[in-house]
């Protein structure tokens, strides 16, 4: 796991490109502690950080050069079944100095070319120059553990593992893209293609791009869920079962490849449970497992986390995340996450993250079960919306529609104000009056989801920033039926761009290699290949994932509503970081950084702290840009 960097140029004048390298090297110092490297040749420059799992000797050090000097490369991530690809290889004439992987992804390309890529199974982000052809490739992972950003501006294109590195290279003069800005509030987080700068992209999953020494860079798709999802599994229930356990069994097994101690994260619920349970029995010694607690018993998990790690033998370690520490990981919130990012669930991640460390340099965590099981409890809550609307006359849906169209929100909300309504009431009748409106008077799935999971509406998001269109596509655009287009949806952004965001840049934080066994690309592509009622059936959601559970682990100890990583945030915004808000968020900061609009910013500073705890997300989202922009902004 390391973080990596670079550019290739056409420009004679930039000259600054080498000297910013190694500026944008140590940037990414905490994500590599233990070795650094740089190479340049005429218009080319490769950077890498090393976190030192595989193969700790001085063998590792990158950038690496393949056996006859024809390709360099930077990598960050793990090949997990290089030890087969190697074998392979030397079957075939090559031959290794080394045992680590990157080494033998160098191999593989010289054999194999750009068909290489297939027969890796990991998460990874690497650039590979060709020496003999001039021509730069970049890859990223087919489900997008691993980050991988770029910028073009005609003449350079310079690239790296977080946009720190690429405000390194003073060349360009970063520019806020409002349309994802936007995509930020509505959603909290940015999906790919789209960065939070306008020269500025994110190498989508399963892409790679192609750099000529003439042209534009080309980025084309070499995997997606989609192509598989298509041949569905045939077979009776048992069958499948055993087929979906056995996968597991040896995803998971590959994960625990490394030179350093492994551990994981455990919550106690059906994800973790089930991948502690099978990794306790691949592991030769008692697995390490952590696990973070709140003091408030509403947002505790850590009680279940225990007894499942007492009924599975692992060496448990928890700790109970005290506010102090809350308020600092958010005071740093801009840093660590360099654009815009809302997920709160990000400091109990860090906390985790930095108690893990202490212990191990690997940890595993089950992100992805509810992508690919159904596992999200806004799908069901959809449906019946859904059903209801499908249920009006067309008629009445467009009378409706219109009615609500011609309704002034900010004036209903005055004329409440002026008669006594509380904060809370007010904010109930026109969030549904604009969500509402958001989906009439054609109601599908793809508008009912997108509002469902919208923290600002489209209409709030412009009225906010003064203009603001959806970039994104919605769920209905996907194939299958209605769960299977959200869950869809939900692995091409909320995953890449919330989840594994998250985990990347909380473990990378404290020099932590995460590794992510569900997100195996043969277990996704068997998830959206098996009949809808073995993800969602009588079970419930994640039906075949409890059905395997269960056999683990007592159904007793599992067996409760979803919580997820949830913290206090609403008291906490109320109590300990009130202070922070009213900081971040004055009127005077806000009206002359230009960006918000200052009246729209106060009415949710004002309704939030007057009673209305619906907006406890709006406001998080105006408290974590605005500190993001003090930290890098340059205006």
């Given at each position: ?8 140029t ?39 950080r ?55 992804v ?191 018993d ?68 089950a992100?992805?079960g ?44 005055r ?8 904060a ?15 989906v ?36 209905d ?20 761009g ?99 609009d ?38």
């Amino acid at each position: 796991m390391c973080g990596i960097t670079g550019f290739v140029t056409r420009d004679p004048r930039v000259t600054t490109l080498p000297a910013e390298l190694a500026v944008a090297v140590e940037c990414l110092r905490y994500r590599g502690p233990d070795d650094q490297g740089t190479w340049f040749a005429e218009g080319v420059g490769l950077g890498h950080r090393r976190l030192s799992i595989l193969d700790l000797s001085s063998l590792g050090h990158q950038p690496m050069f393949s056996a006859d000097g024809r390709l360099a490369m930077v990598f960050n991530g793990e090949i997990y079944n290089f030890a087969d690809i190697r074998k392979e290889l030397i079957a075939r004439g090559h031959s290794f100095r080394g045992t680590g992987d990157a080494e033998t992804v160098l191999a593989a390309f010289l054999e194999w070319g750009d068909r290489a890529v297939d027969r890796f199974i990991g998460m990874f982000a690497f650039a590979l120059w060709d020496t003999r052809e001039h021509v730069l490739h970049l890859y990223r992972d087919r489900l997008g553990v691993k980050p991988l950003y770029y910028g073009w501006d005609g003449r350079t294109l310079w690239f790296g593992s977080e946009l720190k590195a690429l405000r390194a290279f003073t060349h360009w003069s970063p520019r806020i893209d409002h349309q994802a800005l936007g995509e930020y509030f509505q959603y909290g987080y940015i999906s790919g293609p789209r960065s939070i700068y306008a020269q500025v992209r994110k190498l989508e999953p399963g892409c790679r791009l192609k750099l000529a020494r003439d042209g534009e860079p080309v980025v084309e798709r070499y995997w997606s869920v989609l192509d598989r999802s298509r041949d569905r599994l045939t077979g009776d229930d048992e069958t499948l079962e055993a087929e979906l356990e056995a996968l597991m069994h040896d995803a998971f097994r590959l994960r625990l490849v490394s030179d350093v101690p492994v551990g994981m994260y455990l919550s106690g619920g059906v994800d973790s449970s089930l991948v502690t349970a099978i990794l306790s029995k691949a592991s030769s010694q008692p697995l390490r497992t952590f696990t973070v607690g709140f003091r408030e018993d509403s947002h505790d998990e850590s009680p279940w986390a225990r007894r499942v790690a007492g009924h599975l033998g692992t060496r448990h370690t928890e700790y109970i995340l005290e506010v102090r520490e809350a308020l600092a990981i958010a005071r740093g919130w801009g840093k660590l996450f360099d654009e815009p990012f809302g997920d709160s669930s990000g400091i109990p991640t860090l906390l985790v993250s930095r108690l893990a460390r202490e212990q191990v340099k690997v940890v595993l965590s089950a992100d992805g079960g509810d992508e690919l099981f159904m596992g999200y409890s806004v799908y069901d809550d959809v449906l019946p919306r859904l059903r209801r609307l499908s249920q009006m006359p067309a008629r009445l849906k467009t009378v409706v529609a219109d009615a609500l169209a011609r309704t002034h929100v900010d004036l209903l909300d005055r004329r409440l104000a002026k008669l006594g309504a509380p904060a809370s009431m007010r904010g109930r009748i026109t969030r549904r009056i604009r969500r509402s409106r958001a989906v009439l008077p054609n109601a599908t799935v793809g508008r009912v989801y997108d509002a469902a999971v919208s923290y600002w509406l489209p209409e709030e998001v412009a009225e906010l920033l003064g203009a603001y269109q959806n970039p994104r596509g919605l769920a209905d655009g996907f194939e299958g039926n209605e769960h299977e287009q959200m869950g869809l949806w939900d692995l091409h952004h909320y995953l890449p761009g919330d989840v594994l965001t998250k985990v990347d840049r909380t473990t990378m934080a404290v020099s932590l290699e995460g590794r992510e066994p569900l997100l195996d690309h043969r277990l996704v592509e068997f998830a959206f290949r098996l009949p809808t009622h073995l993800r969602n059936g009588t079970l419930g959601r994640k039906h075949l994932l409890k059905k395997i559970l269960y056999r683990h682990v007592p159904r007793a100890l599992v067996d409760r509503p979803k919580q997820g990583f949830a913290i206090p945030l609403e008291r906490w915004l109320r109590d300990d970081l009130r202070e922070l808000t009213h900081d971040y968020l004055a009127s005077a900061r806000i009206r002359k950084a230009g960006i918000l609009d200052d009246s729209v910013v106060q009415h949710v500073v004002d309704g939030f702290y007057r009673g209305d705890r619906k907006l406890t997300s709006q406001l998080w989202f105006l408290l974590a840009f605005e500190m993001w922009r003090e930290e890098w902004d340059r205006g």
